[in-house]
Nanobody, 118 residues
Framework: QVELVESGGGLVQAGGSLRLSCTAS????????MGWYRQASGKQRELVAT???????NYADSAKGRFTISVDNTKKSIYLQMTSLKPEDTAVYSC????????????WGQGTQVIVSS
């Protein structure tokens, strides 16, 4: 069984920064594209950024130039460095690990709240 634990959310003023972390536990041999997603109140969940174990990244337009996703394969962790935060970034942020082997499965973290005040 794979579990994901997130940390790093909180309350920050507009223009500030936060760093989110997501660490997996359990047996993981191969992973698909890992990512951060967010869901604001009353809205659908949306992609923020994704990364492969090789470090290939992809960003939503809203995240480009402000957010940086990174991976530490030795720690089975991904990170999201967020800068120049805006009130519209307020949401619950969740990480996703699509495990390919040994046992395929799609895993989500519990979510961490980010609140950006104006």
């Amino acid at each position: 069984q794979v579990e994901l634990v997130e940390s790093g959310g909180g309350l920050v003023q507009a223009g500030g920064s936060l760093r989110l972390s997501c660490t997996a536990s359990g047996r993981i041999f191969r992973l698909g594209r890992m990512g951060w997603y967010r869901q604001a109140s009353g809205k659908q969940r949306e992609l923020v950024a994704t990364i492969t174990t090789d470090g290939d990244t992809n960003y939503a337009d809203s995240a480009k130039g402000r957010f940086t996703i990174s991976v530490d394969n030795t720690k089975k962790s991904i990170y999201l460095q967020m800068t120049s935060l805006k009130p519209e970034d307020t949401a619950v942020y969740s990480c996703n690990f699509p495990v390919r082997s040994p046992v395929p499965g799609n895993y989500w973290g519990q979510g961490t709240q980010v609140i950006v005040s104006s």
